[in-house]
C-alpha cells in the first residue's frame, strides 16, 4: 500500500478486556512510532521502534500497554485490562530513519472502552 | 505532555482571507514540524524547518522560526473551504526522532 495502514479503525472493548492494534508502516521505513491523541488533544508519544529494536517507551502510560516489532515491519499495540481513561484514538507513524525527515501517519485507531 | 502550546486555539476567517497560527515550545530543538488533521482523517505533514532556518515557503504557505523565542508561525495565504482543520506543530530534539505536539489551532473557512 501506498501509506501507514492501520486496524481495527474503530474498537469498543468492554473495561477489563484485552485489545491489539496493528499498524502497517510504508515498506522500507525503518522508524515507526505509537501516539495516543485524547479528544480534543495534540498527539502524545507512547513508544519508538527503530527496526525490531524498541528503542523508547518512555510513554507508554502503565504496565498494561505493551508493543512490538518483531520483524521490523508490522507494529501491535496491545493494551491489557482496559481502562475508560484508555479511551482515544491511537496513531501510529513510520519515517525513513534519522532526523530530519517527514513522518507518515496512519488513519488512527479509535478505542472506544465501556 | 505537550511541548507547546498553539495561538489562537480555534479560528475562524472568510474564503480568500490569511491565516495565521502560532506555536510556542519550550526546549531546544532540532526540527519544527507542522501537520494538519482532517476530522476523520489522519494527520498530514505540511512543512518542515530547521533549527538553523528562519523561513521556509510551500505553496501556499509560509512558516517562520525564531529559535531565540522559541516560537514558529504558520501562515495561511488565500485560505479555502478545504482548509478547514486543525493544524498542529511538532518539535523533535537532536538525536531523538519522537515528536513533541503542541495542542493544535482549530481552523474554520467560511465559505
Known amino acids: 500500500g501506498a501509506g501507514v495502514s492501520q486496524s481495527p479503525r474503530y474498537k469498543v472493548a468492554k473495561r477489563g478486556q484485552d485489545v491489539a492494534l496493528r499498524c502497517d508502516p510504508i515498506?522500507?521505513?525503518?522508524?515507526l512510532f505509537w501516539y495516543q491523541q485524547a479528544l480534543g488533544q495534540g498527539p502524545e508519544f507512547l513508544t519508538y521502534?527503530?527496526?525490531?529494536?524498541?528503542?523508547?517507551k518512555s510513554g507508554l502510560p502503565s504496565d498494561r500497554f505493551f508493543a512490538e516489532r518483531p520483524e521490523g515491519s508490522v507494529s501491535t499495540l496491545k493494551i491489557q485490562r482496559t481502562q475508560q481513561e484508555d479511551s482515544a484514538v491511537y496513531l501510529c507513524?513510520?519515517?525513513?530513519?534519522?532526523?530530519?525527515?517527514?513522518?507518515?501517519f496512519g488513519q488512527g485507531t479509535r478505542l472506544t472502552v465501556v | 505532555s505537550q511541548q507547546g502550546e498553539e495561538d489562537p486555539q480555534a479560528l475562524s476567517i472568510q474564503e480568500g482571507e490569511n491565516a495565521t497560527m502560532n506555536c510556542s515550545y519550550k526546549?531546544?530543538?532540532?526540527?519544527l514540524q507542522w501537520y494538519r488533521q482532517n476530522s476523520g482523517r489522519g494527520l498530514v505533514h505540511l512543512i518542515l524547518?530547521?533549527?538553523?532556518?528562519r523561513e521556509k515557503h510551500s505553496g501556499r504557505l509560509r512558516v517562520t522560526l525564531d529559535t531565540s523565542k522559541k516560537s514558529s508561525s504558520l501562515l495561511i495565504t488565500a485560505s479555502r473551504a478545504a482548509d478547514t482543520a486543525s493544524y498542529f506543530c511538532?518539535?523533535?530534539?537532536?538525536?531523538?526522532?519522537?515528536?513533541?505536539f503542541g495542542t493544535g489551532t482549530r481552523l474554520t473557512i467560511i465559505p
Open positions: 511538532a518539535t523533535d530534539m537532536f538525536g531523538n526522532e519522537k515528536l513533541t
Open positions: 524547518i530547521r533549527s538553523n532556518e
Open positions: 526546549t531546544s530543538i532540532n526540527n
Open positions: 515498506s522500507g521505513h525503518v522508524s
Open positions: 521502534f527503530q527496526n525490531e529494536a524498541q528503542l523508547d
Open positions: 507513524a513510520s519515517s525513513l530513519k534519522g532526523s530530519n525527515t517527514e513522518a507518515f
